[in-house]
């Protein structure tokens, strides 16, 4: 069975930083394209990052550009969202995903039906 195992959600204080893992179990995580998303309470589910297959590509929405940073550690079969300048605004439930996404270097983070599995999710909140 092929799952992803998500660590890492807690609570942060305002511009606090937490960083969320995603662990693959049961595949080889280098063969995948990985996206990170987030459904805050009453909202729709939103890509935030992406990191293509061989590492090469990385993109973010723009929201999180310049706070968020993904990585992929392939020899451990992790993936990681390190999450820092947090606001309140970036409560939400986080899941990474992988998917198959065409070649080595594409990055999607607009198109969840892409991404065949997803991991449990984990709840971040960010509040003083």
């Known amino acids: 069975h092929l799952y992803l195992v998500q660590s890492g959600g807690e609570l942060a204080q305002p511009g606090g930083s937490l960083r969320l893992s995603c662990e693959a179990s049961?595949?080889?995580?280098?063969?995948?394209?990985i996206g990170w998303f987030r459904q805050a309470p009453g909202k729709e589910r939103e890509g935030i990052s992406c990191i293509s297959q061989n590492g090469a590509t990385t993109d973010y929405v723009d929201s999180v550009q310049g706070r968020f940073t993904v990585s992929r550690d392939d020899a451990k079969n992790m993936a990681y969202l390190q999450m820092d300048s947090l606001t309140p605004e970036d409560t939400a439930v986080y899941f990474c995903?992988?998917?198959?996404?065409?070649?080595?270097?594409?990055?999607?983070?607009?198109?969840?039906?892409?991404?065949?599995?997803w991991g449990q999710g984990t709840q971040v909140t960010v509040s003083s």
């Open positions: 995903a992988v998917g198959l996404l065409g070649s080595p270097g594409s990055c999607v983070m607009t198109e969840p039906r892409l991404y065949d599995d």
């Open positions: 049961g595949f080889t995580l280098r063969f995948y394209g």
